[in-house]
């Protein structure tokens, strides 16, 4: 009599649903049917949407789910998800998914279930913002901010004098990538020689900057905003935002010509079944991924309620919860357990910062992560333009893993890479 295999759904196409299927089928090439339900056709390769502003085409940083999928036996189900019955253990989908033998009326029933579907952006948190600034979340996005920056050097090029500003609010969990677009503007407006012509300032809630990853990276980014002439204004907590400046708690006011900002974020998809905190994120158990009272579904990058969003932590966040479930399937010990130890560059165009950094949840409202007590070597940071090398190659060979259906963190060329960054951190980073 054949033994029916356990049907694993994988929710999401991004960085934790994608490595989260892939690890699966190399640690079950046939133990598991493992379907990827995605409303996305594609991957998006989310961290180098920074470059678009400035001039890459958005095509470059996708590739198509079917690909790696088909390598790997993996079915994709191209569908948006609205609800899981934890209970019935069926996902309700939303009457899109096309022609898939295991999807009947519109729902899809799983054994075991991994939830990866990401954040969203909340700009209307944040009154005015919308109409009046740019926001950074969206491939979209990106080229109307490209559209605007061009329009921008033009008139600064006629002798336009221009303000631009930054602005982080409350509830942004992933500020990275605008700190990355304020060093990038510096760089592109010094090679077009009207960085004269254009002022850049920058504000952010946070009391330090990059504040979840410790003193260091502050210190390094205020002496980098010195260098490059960027006014930094940290605790400012916007009120609202209105035609050319913004208006902040403190009774301050900043003005503008072009507004940036990452907005609010919260689950892109509130799945009111399972455990979710005010903003929607999944409550899981930190080192597992399982969701909390529900030991067959794991949850895993964005969508759950670690504070830091950041693409390397749902890929560690992905292998982990993987592993454990995998290990369930096999009946054998898992050997992974998500460590949040983060690793980031931050991209500058001529030169690049690079900070590995050991978080612990502070239980702090305000200051929901910090560096880990007793972190010792595993706290590093430095910047060189070598690292700018390292942010490219990672550019390159992570897209490579994926497509050809393969694990970030495994097989020779991980290790490979794995060994440059130690040798690096250690050379370049203190």
């Known amino acids: 009599m054949k033994i029916a295999k356990p049907r694993i759904i ?13 690890y699966m089928r190399m640690r079950m090439p046939e133990a598991a049917d493992i379907t990827m339900v995605s409303d996305q056709e594609h991957f998006l390769f989310k961290p180098n949407t920074i470059y678009i502003p400035f001039g890459l085409d958005p095509s470059r940083l996708k590739f198509h789910l079917s690909r790696p999928a088909k390598r790997k036996n993996i079915k994709l189900v191209q569908s948006l998800a609205r609800e899981i019955d ?14 898939h033998s295991d999807v009947h009326n519109n729902k899809i029933a799983y054994d075991y279930l991994v939830v990866a579907t990401g954040a969203g952006a909340r700009p209307e948190e944040v009154p005015g913002l919308q109409e ?22 033009e008139e600064a090029k006629a002798g336009t004098p221009k303000k631009v500003l930054f602005l982080v609010p409350p509830d ?3 500020p990275g990538p605008l700190y990355e677009i304020a060093m990038l503007l510096d760089t592109w407006l010094r090679r077009k020689h009207i960085r004269s012509q254009v002022d850049i300032s920058w504000s952010t809630c946070e009391g330090a900057y990059l504040q979840g990853f410790g003193p260091r990276l502050h210190s390094l980014v205020a002496d980098e905003f010195t260098k490059r002439d960027i ?34 974020q919260g689950a892109s998809t509130r799945f ?59 009946c054998t ?24 950094v050991p978080l612990e949840l502070t239980g702090k409202w305000d200051v929901p992560t910090d560096v880990r007590a007793g972190a010792g070597d595993l706290y590093r940071v430095g910047s060189s333009p070598i690292w700018r090398l390292g942010k490219l190659a990672l550019g390159v060979y992570l897209p490579w893993r994926f497509k050809a259906g ?10 490979g890479m794995e060994a440059g960054l130690k040798l690096m951190s250690g050379m370049l980073a203190k």
């Open 231 to 264: 006014a930094g204004y940290t605790s400012y907590m916007v009120d609202r935002v209105q035609r050319g400046e913004v208006v902040y708690h403190n009774g301050e006011r900043l003005p503008f010509d072009l507004l940036l900002s990452l907005p609010p």
């Open 86 to 99: 934890p209970i019935t253990k069926q996902i309700y989908l939303d009457g899109q998914a096309g022609d």
């Open 132 to 153: 009046f600034g740019h926001i950074v979340w969206t491939p979209e996005q990106m080229l109307d901010l490209h559209r605007s920056l061009h329009e921008l050097a």
């Open 172 to 174: 942004n969990r992933s």
């Open 406 to 415: 393969n694990p970030f963190h495994s097989g020779v060329p991980w290790k």
């Open 333 to 356: 010990m898992p050997s992974v357990l998500f460590d949040p130890v983060t690793r980031y560059v931050i991209e500058g165009f001529g030169r690049a910062t690079f900070a590995q």
């Open 10 to 22: 994988v929710v999401g196409g991004g960085f934790g649903g994608l490595e989260a299927a892939l």
């Open 272 to 330: 009111e079944s399972l455990p979710v905190d005010k903003r929607g994120f999944i409550t899981t158990d930190i080192q597992t991924g399982q969701v909390e009272g529900y030991p067959d579904i794991y949850a895993v990058g964005d969508t759950v309620d670690f504070h830091v969003k950041q693409a390397y932590l749902a890929s560690l966040q992905a292998d982990a919860a993987a592993d454990h479930l995998s290990a369930r399937v096999l």
